[in-house]
């Protein structure tokens, strides 16, 4: 026997909607965190990371002007806007792989012609172990947060990975006798 | 078993680290480049005599094409000497926290006579913890939010 989280009707287990005020009740059967680290995972969310405020250029910046922005600042990525919209996101994974030698060549060119367009995003109110999946599956090292369909921040899987480290206490104080590298 | 005990007792080894990409330190940054897109790697190893010299990443990279530094220079002018390695025996808790400390992307792992065997990510790291936390980590649907809190839907 479940209860229905919406009205409180009792259900029994396994129903897909409920037969009082037919809401899904799908998320019942969602997989239940055994550990601690499991349950900040999905109870902690996106904005507790503290996204970054991301570093935007317009579509037509040339390339040259992009790449100066994320060396000068340090920078793995920035966000590219067309008329407030997020249209791309060009990291200097991209510089390696489609700028490479040609740079020289190809550094009027607008960033547009580069970037990785509509890239995957996060709503800041989702589970850090939503974040998690996509950037783990994906493969990526950053993901733009939204609010509301709007670009709020960013979050890098350095991002995550501090979390994680931080709530793993073996990890802070590893045992200072065991072997280090020479 | 607990995560903290196989991050403690497992080596660096099971944090799936990628075979190392070793080049001469005469290489060229043209040629470097080259080789990093069509391996599609994010990092090469510079080795002398099969001993670890140095590292050059795509950061450096970044770093010559932004200040149009010459193609042709070779990588030991350019590289980073002597990086921060992890010894093939240490576990996965202390490349983590060498990588956390030093806020490393990527840690190269050497063996007795400093030669590398392989190279450790963040990206393998976050594989590693995702597989002790499989449950709720792969199990997430495709929207983050599948249930509307009204009857009219958002």
């Known amino acids: ?182 | 078993m607990d995560i903290r005990d196989n991050l403690t007792s497992e080596t660096v080894e099971h944090a799936y680290p990628t075979p190392p990409l070793a080049v001469h330190p005469q290489t060229t940054v043209r040629q470097a480049l080259e080789l990093m897109k069509a391996e599609h790697a994010s990092c090469l190893l510079v080795c002398q005599q099969g001993r670890l010299e140095g590292i050059f990443t795509e950061r450096d990279a970044l770093r010559l094409l932004a200040s149009d530094a010459d193609l042709d220079t070779p990588l030991e002018r350019v590289m980073v000497r002597q990086p921060s390695t992890v010894h093939r025996t240490v576990t996965v808790a202390e490349a983590m926290q060498k990588m956390t400390s030093g806020g490393y992307r990527r840690l190269p792992i050497v063996d007795e006579q400093h030669r590398p065997t392989g190279l450790v990510s963040v990206k393998g790291m976050i594989r590693y913890l995702c597989e002790h936390f499989p449950r709720v980590v792969y199990n997430q649907p495709t929207v983050a939010h599948p249930i509307t809190h009204q009857r009219e839907g958002p």
């Open chain 1, 1 to 182: 026997m479940v209860l229905c989280p919406f009205c409180g009707a009792e259900e029994i287990d396994g129903a897909d909607v409920c037969q009082q005020c037919q809401q899904p009740l799908d998320d019942l059967t969602d997989p239940q965190p055994s550990t601690d680290l499991e349950r900040f995972l999905v109870r902690d969310k996106v904005y507790m990371l503290e996204p970054r405020k991301p570093v935007t250029v317009a579509a037509h910046t040339p390339v040259a002007n992009v790449l100066r922005t994320l060396y000068d600042r340090r920078l793995g990525c920035v966000m590219v806007l067309e008329d407030e919209e997020l249209v791309g996101i060009f990291s200097e994974r991209d510089a390696l792989l489609r700028l490479n030698t040609d740079y020289a060549a190809l550094r009027h060119r607008p960033i547009a012609e580069f970037m990785t367009p509509s890239p995957e995003t996060v709503e800041s109110d989702a589970s850090i172990a939503f974040a998690l999946h996509k950037m783990d599956v994906g493969g990526y090292r950053h993901l733009p947060v939204t609010a509301d369909g709007k670009l709020v921040g960013l979050i890098s899987i350095r991002d995550i990975f501090r979390y994680i480290t931080d709530r793993l206490p073996g990890v802070q104080q590893p045992p200072a006798a065991a072997g280090q590298g020479p």
